[in-house]
């Protein structure tokens, strides 16, 4: 069964930073891409980052101040976010596109991805 589990989520002030977790199972992370996405309240979902094995992309919604990693012998993938803001509130979700698209073009568009994992709440306050 694939699993995607995200975690590290939660309350924190402005100009505060957090690391998302995201760990997989059931599935090579190494053939996948891991994308990073966020929905914010009453707003379309979107897409932050993308990390394959050869590749990593962010989006304009990264800012300079996320910043995506993985660890494919820990099935993890992770998602460091500095100087945060109020705007930055939302659910975060990762998933998984693949197996061997990676972060290819139309990475940022969530029909792209095969898995996802439930979210973690992040929640920024002024």
């Known amino acids: 069964e694939v699993q995607l589990v995200e975690s590290g989520g939660g309350l924190v002030q402005t100009g505060g930073s957090l690391r998302l977790s995201c760990v997989t199972s059931?599935?090579?992370?190494?053939?996948?891409?891991i994308g990073w996405f966020r929905r914010a309240p009453g707003k379309e979902r979107e897409g932050i980052a993308c990390i394959s094995t050869t590749d990593g992309k962010y989006g304009d919604a990264a800012e300079g101040r996320f910043f995506i990693s993985r660890v494919t012998m820990q099935n993890a993938a992770y998602l460091q976010i500095y100087n945060m803001k109020p705007e930055d509130t939302a659910v975060y979700y990762c998933?998984?596109?693949?197996?061997?698209?990676?972060?290819?073009?139309?990475?940022?568009?969530?029909?792209?991805?095969?898995?996802w994992g439930q979210g973690t709440q992040v929640t920024v306050s002024s």
């Open positions: 998933a998984a596109r693949g197996p061997t698209m990676g972060c290819g073009p139309q990475w940022v568009s969530d029909n792209e991805y095969d898995y």
């Open positions: 059931g599935f090579i992370l190494a053939d996948y891409g």
